[in-house]
């Protein structure tokens, strides 16, 4: 099947972002925001959608799953990312703060991944990098880290993640804090026309471990997926189970209808 070139449409789609919040439990959306607050995640979900089932895959590294959902395959070294699917469709694509192989394909790849010192650079600077991209883009992916790092030093110094005056909690609450950043940039430069994607590419045990983990951990292989925007239903949630690796697959259909709609299928609207 060939898809029409974007521009032999008579409407281009709205600007979509997909942001990765590395290591977050799907439980956190409920504990974190009871205790510290987390308006942003829950304004998303009360004006979207909340997948209540989606699942990762084996291994659980996350250089192993972003591929996976980019790919939207399991085998994802031999296929093409969703940037490659997009681009080839005529729409013009970023990737930020990931590595230039996960973000192969994007016409704007901004690995700011580490600093000259080798250290992680922080979310604020990813998230910065992807607002100055996003208007010259219909589809932004922005990979963010902190939660997962503090989640290890939780490990390392032997604390549960959800403990008094855990770091983990913490560097949710500024992960929610950001989405609040990009959304109403958004917002603004969109005017409205967009749709905002948040996923976990896995879990974390009590101790602050994920690769340890075996496929029916549970609170290391379910993961929080919700999204708000133009083409999502709003106060949704759907309880049939996926796998990370519908995502990608999901997004094309948000781009080209024709295309399955996968995990979208019964959570999306098309504006007249």
């Known amino acids: 099947m060939s898809f029409p070139h974007a521009s032999d449409r008579h409407r281009r789609p709205p ?11 799907y439980d956190a959306l409920w504990k974190v925001n009871q205790w510290v607050g987390l308006p942003n995640f829950w304004r998303m979900i009360r004006d979207g959608v909340l997948w209540q089932n989606v699942y990762t895959l084996s291994p659980y590294l996350t250089n192993h799953i972003t591929q996976k959902i980019l790919t939207g395959h399991q085998n994802h070294v031999q296929n093409y990312t969703i940037f490659h699917r997009l681009e080839f469709l005529g729409f013009k694509t970023a990737s930020v703060g990931t590595n230039p192989w996960d973000g192969r394909g994007a016409r704007f790849n901004i690995d700011n991944l580490y600093d000259p010192n080798k250290n992680y650079r922080s979310d604020d600077v990813r998230i910065a990098a992807a607002c100055r991209i996003l208007p010259k883009v219909d589809f932004c992916y922005v990979y963010t880290v902190e939660t997962d790092e503090y989640a290890h030093v939780c490990r390392d110094a032997k604390r549960h993640i959800y403990s008094w005056q855990s770091p983990y909690i913490w560097a949710i609450k500024r992960s929610d804090e950001r989405i609040g950043r990009l959304r109403s940039w958004l917002e603004k430069i969109s005017h409205g026309n967009y749709n905002l994607i948040a996923i976990a590419d896995h879990g974390m045990t009590d101790n602050g471990r994920h690769s340890i983990a075996t496929w029916n951990t549970e609170i290391v292989t ?20 996926y796998y990370v690796t519908d995502l990608a697959h999901s997004i094309v259909n948000l781009y080209e209808p024709r295309a399955p709609a996968h995990m979208f299928d019964h959570a999306i609207v098309r504006p007249n």
């Open 222 to 241: 379910h993961v929080p997926v919700f999204a708000c925007g133009v083409n999502f239903k709003r106060n949704w949630k759907v309880d049939q189970r």
């Open 15 to 25: 600007k979509t972002v997909l942001v990765l919040i590395d290591g977050v439990r």
